[in-house]
């Protein structure tokens, strides 16, 4: 069993994380089913594992919180729907690699829903959309932004924190830092590609691919 939970107001960072370690302890001990989470947070920007200083260009914009997961920063706030996962990949597989590409598919395929064509790119962390209608790079290539991010943790083999999709989130924000290391690409959102497309409406979508994308990570596990 997975319980859906949905916040509708702003969730604090340190009551999220929070919450998440209590579930993942109680997950790994059989006390609990697993959780998946769908909340907004206040503006604030979240340092992974990998996180450089030379990264966050402007350290008293938000408040800062040092994470365990994977990663390097992000952002959150308003507008973004924030996706914790809390799963047992001692029953769905041990396979780190696996389970991270499902979470991506899980991503494009709640993106599909929408008509927007989500796509992943070797060595960019997260979920890429095309632009044809940005300027082309020095090379001629076509400009790229990043519309979902992803970063988790494990503690034996229960996963925590997760994915975050760009709704409708004011873009600005995101000049406070290098957006998960990877500069010279912008970043955008479900509402900044022209969709009129509201939180409950990603909600439907994520809860409708979920399986589906648990699935391909199932299927590379066998």
Partial sequence: MVEWRRSDGLVPYPEAAAFMEAR???????????CIWLLEHPPLYTAG???????????????????????EY??????????????DLNRRGRDVRAF???????VIM?????????????????????RPDRPRGAQG???????????VRLRRWVSFHGLAINVEPDLSHFGGIVPCGIRGHGVTS??????????????LALERCFEPAMATATLAHS
Wanted: no cysteine; proline share 5%.
């Fill in 110 to 130: 709640t993106l599909a829903e929408f008509q927007v064509r989500g796509e992943r790119r070797d060595g960019r962390v997260g979920v890429w959309v095309v």
């Fill in 49 to 71: 594992t990998s996180a450089r200083p030379s990264d966050l260009i402007e350290p008293d914009r938000f408040p800062v919180y040092q994470t365990r997961r994977g990663g």
């Fill in 100 to 106: 991270v590409r499902a979470l991506e598919e899980w």
């Fill in 141 to 151: 290539e076509l400009a790229e932004d990043k519309i979902a991010a992803i970063g």
């Fill in 74 to 87: 992000t952002y959150h706030g308003p507008g973004q729907r924030v996706v914790y996962v809390m799963l």
């Fill in 190 to 203: 479900l509402v900044d590609l022209g969709l009129p497309v509201t939180m409950n409406d990603v909600d």
């Fill in 24 to 34: 993942a302890d109680a997950i790994g001990a059989g006390r609990a089913d697993e």
